[in-house]
Every structure is written in structure tokens, then in C-alpha cells.
């Protein structure tokens, strides 16, 4: 699976933003995707997961109740939507195929670019 992240952006704190990943290559639709994010000098984080048919979701503590996981099987993308924005936040998102929506261990080593998201205050 091939993956292109998009929809970073500078934005102000309590705003929004939709990250996009586009994926192409094998059947997209058989797997559990995730986001995840690094921000400078730390290590990449688990953000949220789907399971392969978009009606199961999990997301990390830290932006529950504000971010939410979609996808589009029929468009191969995987969406984040991101709400009132925190600075903590400030980092480059990366999106991957997962074992699961319960597992988030990644199943490629092929990652994208990612897309910065950078949140000023």
C-alpha cells in the first residue's frame, strides 16, 4: 500500500483542520487504518484507529472528544478530522495500516511523507 498524506496547515489554536491519506496499491478496503503523529524531538504516537469497514474507531486519550477518525472505502482515503486545536498538537501526521482497530501496530515499514500540522498559540 502506497500512502499520501495531505490537509497540514498552520492553524490557530481552537481551529480545525481535515488531514487526508490517500492510498493506493493493494485492497485498502481489507485493512485497519491509523493515524499517527511525531512532533519534533519525540518519538511517533498512536492518534487513532478505523477498523476495515469504518463503523468501529478508537482514538488516543489525549485528543478524544476532538479529533475523529473516517474513511472512504470507495475513495481508498482515510480522513482526520482535527477541532479545537491545541498547540500540544503541533506535529507530522502520518497514516498506516494496522494489525487492528484494537492494535495498532503497523503492518508496513513503506510510510509516507506525512503532512505537518503546526498550531501556534
Known amino acids: 500500500v502506497q500512502l499520501v498524506e495531505s490537509g497540514g496547515g498552520l492553524v490557530q489554536a481552537g481551529g480545525s483542520l481535515r488531514l487526508s491519506c490517500a492510498a493506493s496499491g493493494r485492497a485498502f478496503s481489507n485493512y485497519a487504518m491509523a493515524w499517527f503523529r511525531q512532533a519534533p524531538g519525540k518519538e511517533r504516537e498512536f492518534v487513532a484507529t478505523i477498523n476495515w469497514s469504518g463503523r468501529s474507531t478508537t482514538a488516543a486519550d489525549s485528543v478524544k472528544g476532538r479529533f475523529t477518525i473516517s474513511r472512504d472505502n470507495a475513495k481508498n482515503t482515510v480522513y482526520l478530522h482535527m477541532n479545537n486545536l491545541k498547540p500540544e498538537d503541533t506535529a507530522v501526521y502520518y497514516c498506516?495500516?494496522?494489525?487492528?482497530?484494537?492494535?495498532?501496530?503497523?503492518?508496513?515499514?513503506?510510510w509516507g511523507q506525512g503532512t505537518l500540522v503546526t498550531v501556534s498559540s
Open positions: 498506516a495500516p494496522v494489525r487492528g482497530v484494537y492494535d495498532s501496530s503497523p503492518i508496513t515499514d513503506n
